[in-house]
């Protein structure tokens, strides 16, 4: 079915992918359709949190508000020809069975309706995840830059009141060197990755440790 595009909302005690929705989305794929399953778990989370982080300094923000407040500075600023788009199948970026993976990327800059012509892809972690999911977000990004080497591919690392020693030097600036995954692909090469900039947020000049950053990284 042409244009067929089918949204799932969920109910309060359960997820954006449960088992009906899983089935339901099945079916829908199979007519041809996209689909959109809306995460309601932490709009109400992420609102609350932008205020209360005005107010408690150490509360902690959903990785829900990082991406959604992302993405509209990225829609507010990229060519008018171009469009954001959010939590969409990798696969729908390449030619069919160039990507089989089941996995979303958070933002993907796009320009045009073609998604095919995609520019940039871009995967929002808390530094503070555990190195093996940031890892997979790398894999799913350096996976992906294979298929289409011209995309640029970044991970944006977000540390609230916390210096991340991995990314950021104890003077709070960018640790600029090629860097490597411990995880490694099916030759055993680990995935390489690079810090693009860093931008620091602190009540002063000199607070560096309590600091909150945010880190572009570039996966390559």
Known sequence: ???????????????PW????KALAKVAERLGGNVISVDYREYVDAVLGVYQHQVYRHHRLPEGAIVAELTRLIDSNIASEQQAHCERMYREFVKPGKQNNNER????????SNLQNVNAMIEVKRASSLTRTVEEDMVALSEFKKRKPKTHTFLVAVSQAKLPRKWVSSKGTAIKKKMETDTTDAQGIPYKYKVVRVLKAARSFRSIKNASYCCLIEVL
């Not at 079915?1 to 997820?15: A, I, P, T």
């Not at 449960?18 to 929705?21: A, M």
């Open 1 to 15: 079915m042409k244009n067929l595009l089918v949204v799932f909302s969920h109910g309060k005690e359960s997820g």
């Open 105 to 112: 990327v958070d933002i993907a800059i796009v320009s045009g």
């Open 18 to 21: 449960g088992s009906k929705i």
